[in-house]
């Protein structure tokens, strides 16, 4: 199972019914919901317009963010039925920030100096009663049915070689293998030394762009997850593809 499909198994159950809100439009609607349960203002960003495939889940997308903290963006909607239904994935980004903050000196120590990186969480939880509990305290004693997800963007001058990073990949990797979830992966894409990919690392999550689709000079892609039993840095070098112009 990808990771695409795993977060879309997990989301599932965090849809929640709430009540119609009469004929306003799908963005008020959305933004109203969202203040109303959080009591926040929230801005959005961008839409992703409904889907004919998926007819249960296909009315459109919203990516919001709290106002002023773009680096907390999420997607919510509502669910395709008569009634509205309604979902969102702030809690996870909360907690994904939590992780980064956190985890961020560690990871400094092991990544390339010019690295960019976002850790990206997704757990099956859309109880606003759960803003207010730690990551840490959800894996440990509720559950640890959680992906973690970390995007790292790895500057180089030239095209990489690869067995130059591994250690410290792995490393990073070990990091996110040590919270104990279910689930956790990495995904390093090597891009030009003079790149901008602070925007495509904030948005990540939401925007669901692989590496393959980035403009500019981008190299190639390494990606790891809990399938692979890596046992060492060597091992990572497998996992590396590289983008052929």
Partial sequence: MNIGKRIVT????????????????????IKNHLEEKYGEKFEVEGKKEGSLL???????????????????????????????QFYDGYINALWGAELTQNLNDELKGVL????????????????????????????????????VHLVIGVKSENEPNISEYSEGLFKAFEIMRNLQTKY???????????????DYIRT???????????????????FVD???????????????EPFKE
């Fill in 10 to 29: 997990m989301l599932l159950p965090i849809m929640v019914v709430i009540g119609g809100t009469g004929c306003m439009g799908s963005e008020n609607k």
């Fill in 54 to 84: 998926f007819t249960d889940y296909g009315k459109d997308k919203f990516f919001l963010y709290p106002e002023g903290k773009p680096e907390l963006i999420f997607s919510a909607g509502e669910v395709k039925s008569k009634k509205a």
């Fill in 112 to 147: 390339p100096e010019d690295s960019e990186f976002k850790i990206f969480v997704t757990a099956p939880v859309d109880d606003v009663s759960m803003r207010n509990t730690s990551i840490y305290d959800y894996i440990e004693n509720v559950s640890k049915d959680v992906i």
């Fill in 184 to 198: 956790y992966s990495l995904s390093a894409g090597f891009v030009g030394k003079n790149e901008d990919i602070s």
């Fill in 204 to 222: 990540a999550d939401v925007n669901n762009v692989p590496w393959s689709n980035l403009k500019g000079e981008v190299y190639g892609e390494l």
């Fill in 226 to 240: 809990d399938r692979l039993e890596l046992q060492g840095p060597e091992e990572l070098i497998n996992h590396y």
